[in-house]
């Protein structure tokens, strides 16, 4: 164990010395990194000075009410590491040598901050912080990027690195978007702004045989290896979104892989019955102009008809290139869904939290298939058509963001 004496540090520009509030710990007690040694009063904030590694306190070289001038030591600790240097050193200051004063670890702020300082946050590499907070996440090796921030306008606070410090961490949920039976990653524009908004970090892939990937889906297992493909190749859990076939796929997905996956939403999933809107879903694979790719899109909801000209001659041309086929022939038996995504539902209830979302003007699965899902689903009726994230970007973002 190495012993350290942690000194008052500068919390401020101004800031000279600060008042020793309260001990949190007793001589002897041994701490947890980002744990709260003992609070600190300055003429602006109460703040907490945190462990930023594990260890014990040794020695409280001060006790309640004494003010110690900036620099001067505090207490002395064992630990198995050195601690950065913080607070009244400069910016690239390596760590600190052992007994030295100026192995400190910083103070950061409590529930009580004022304005400036709340004004003082920064977006330095795009994510809005404090300077306490970018100070001692710097040195306790947070990413703040993966973090959710609890301040004003989700700026990072102080205390949202102390939970990570603490492995409380409320991290920037991910999101993997799978979309539905001919269509594509970017169908999903307006959901991922309003997602991203609001601090999530989303993916939106293209599926075998749609968009710009080069492999081609002969069956609906194509489509799933895809994506477990794709989840293999990351880190992390992920909020599985899929929609329509993209549901399904994302069920069965959810099924093999259920560790890289920490919850599930099925947006108007198909396969909750034999019933289906044929029509649409063989048009799809043989559109053949605009004006039958206008009508199909129409049967998706309200705003189908405000997709721009130039996005909608992209979907005729992916469309044109005849890429559906041997999927519709596996979707389809006659004028009848061949899916059933009910036992997956099953499967997936023991080991995850399913929502599901249908739409009230639904033309393509009827609506009446939320009466056929397991009890254990949580069900979310909107009132949109069936692409909801077209219709409520907003109300969906904020039911994946729960």
Not at 18 to 23: K, L, N, V, Y
Not at 92 to 117: F, I, L, Q, R, W
Not at 333 to 342: E, K, M, Q, V
Request: hydrophobic content about 40%.
């Amino acid at each position: 164990m190495i012993k350290l004496t942690l000194p008052m540090p500068r919390l401020g520009e101004t800031m000279d010395s600060g008042t020793i509030a309260s001990w949190t710990l007793s001589e002897g007690d041994f701490f947890e990194r980002g744990d709260t040694l003992l609070e600190l009063e300055t003429d602006k904030t109460l703040v907490e000075y945190p462990a930023l590694e594990s260890g014990r306190l040794v020695e409280t070289l001060v006790v309640e009410g004494d003010v110690v001038d900036v620099g001067d030591p505090i207490a002395i600790i064992e630990t198995d590491k050195t601690w950065p240097i913080i607070g009244n050193q400069d910016e690239g200051a390596s760590p600190a040598d052992p007994m030295s004063p100026s192995a400190a670890a910083g103070a950061v702020s409590s529930s009580v901050t004022n304005e400036a300082s709340n004004e003082a946050a920064f977006s330095g590499n795009g994510v809005r912080a404090t300077p306490f907070a970018r100070r001692l996440a710097t040195l306790g090796s947070v990413d703040l990027t993966e973090l959710v921030g609890t301040g004003r306008r989700q700026r990072i606070e102080a205390t949202d690195v102390i939970a990570a410090l603490k492995g409380e961490i409320t991290q920037r949920p991910e999101f993997l978007l799978l979309h539905g039976l001919g269509s594509n990653a970017m169908s999903w524009s307006g959901l991922i702004t309003s997602l991203e908004a609001n601090g999530g970090r989303v993916n939106a892939i293209n599926l075998p045989g749609h968009g710009d990937n080069p492999r081609e889906a002969n069956r609906i297992d194509d489509l799933a290896d895809d994506v477990i493909a794709h989840l293999r190749s990351q880190s992390g859990k992920v909020c599985l979104v899929g929609h329509s076939l993209g549901a399904l796929v994302a069920a069965k997905v959810a099924c093999q892989v259920p560790t890289a996956v920490s919850k599930i939403v099925l947006i108007a999933p198909a396969g909750c019955g034999p019933e289906i809107n044929s029509d649409f879903v063989r048009g799809l694979a043989n559109v053949k102009d605009m004006e039958h790719l206008r009508a199909l899109l129409a049967m998706l909801g309200p705003k189908a008809n405000a997709i721009p000209e130039a996005a909608a001659s992209n979907m005729l041309e992916e469309l044109s290139r005849g890429r559906l086929h041997d999927l519709v022939d596996q979707l389809l038996d006659g004028n009848s869904s061949r899916l059933d995504i009910l036992p997956l539902l099953a499967e997936i209830g023991e080991k995850l939290s399913v929502s599901v979302v249908v739409g009230t003007q639904d033309q393509v699965v009827p609506r009446d298939h939320l009466f056929r899902l397991p009890s254990h689903i949580n069900i979310h009726v909107v009132n949109a058509g069936h692409v909801p994230h077209w219709d409520a970007p907003t109300e969906i973002a904020a039911l994946l963001q729960q």
